[in-house]
């Protein structure tokens, strides 16, 4: 079974409108962190936002916010305000307490902003 | 800011050659991971290393992968006997720690092409 799934891939969205791009997880862990990250058509993997599993606040970092939803696995990634600069591939992510370490990645979902 | 360095950003390499992909990871970090990307899938969990030692490994990372901290600051992936099929983006990361909350610091990647 897949842990981490992403459901859309590929996504439009107006410039300066708000996008959700969906993320549901699986595991038995208790303890476990959910990353986003945004890797542009140069190829780099960049960090946007981490909600850990027993975070009662959903996470926010500028225009990104997580929409965390424990019960239902899902850790929704919101952009507000979009802009040109933000289509790329999104990643979800998890890190299970159990493992030394290593992510688990979706499959992405691409975003395209119009202008 | 800190971060960790890839090189060479491109190599191609006939099949059956070795290579060899080279990182610094930031350098109070203690986790070192190797990820791969096969163009326009998901990024995929290699290995991971700490004190001088493979910590996890994935069914991906067999005997034709191997990995080595050769000095203070360098992190390798070796690759015998290349196949077509081991041409990928091939990223390097690493963190402070494993714990589920650590954010992983991604390198720029390199890109490989066996031809």
């Not at chain 1, 992403?6 to 962190?33: H, I, N, R």
């Not at chain 1, 926010?60 to 929409?67: A, C, H, K, P, V």
């Amino acid at each position: 079974a897949q842990k981490i799934t992403q459901t859309q891939p590929g996504m439009f969205v107006q410039e300066k409108e708000a996008v959700t791009l969906d993320c549901t997880y699986d595991t038995s862990d208790q303890s476990y962190g959910l990353f986003w990250y945004k890797q542009p058509s140069s190829g780099e993997m960049i960090f946007l936002i981490y909600q850990g599993s027993y975070d009662e606040q959903n996470a926010t970092e500028g225009r990104y916010s997580l929409n965390f939803q424990k019960a239902r696995k899902s850790a929704n990634l919101v952009i507000s305000a979009s802009q040109l600069g933000d289509s790329a591939m999104y990643f979800c992510a998890m890190r299970e307490g159990g493992s030394q370490g290593n992510l688990i990645f979706g499959k992405g979902t691409k975003l395209s902003v119009k202008p | 800011e800190p971060e960790v360095t890839q090189t060479p950003s491109h190599q191609v390499t006939q099949m059956g050659q070795e290579v060899i992909l080279r990182c610094v990871p930031i350098s109070n970090h203690l986790y070192f991971y190797w990820y791969r990307q096969i163009l326009g899938q998901k990024v995929e969990f290699l290995v991971s290393f700490y004190n001088n030692e493979i910590s996890e490994k994935s069914e991906i990372f067999d005997d034709q992968f191997s990995v080595e901290r050769p000095d203070g600051s360098n992190f390798t992936l070796k690759i015998r006997s290349t196949k077509l099929e081991d041409s990928a983006m091939y990223f390097c990361a690493s963190s402070e720690g494993w714990w589920e909350g650590t954010e992983a610091f991604f390198g720029q990647g390199t890109r490989l092409t066996v031809v």
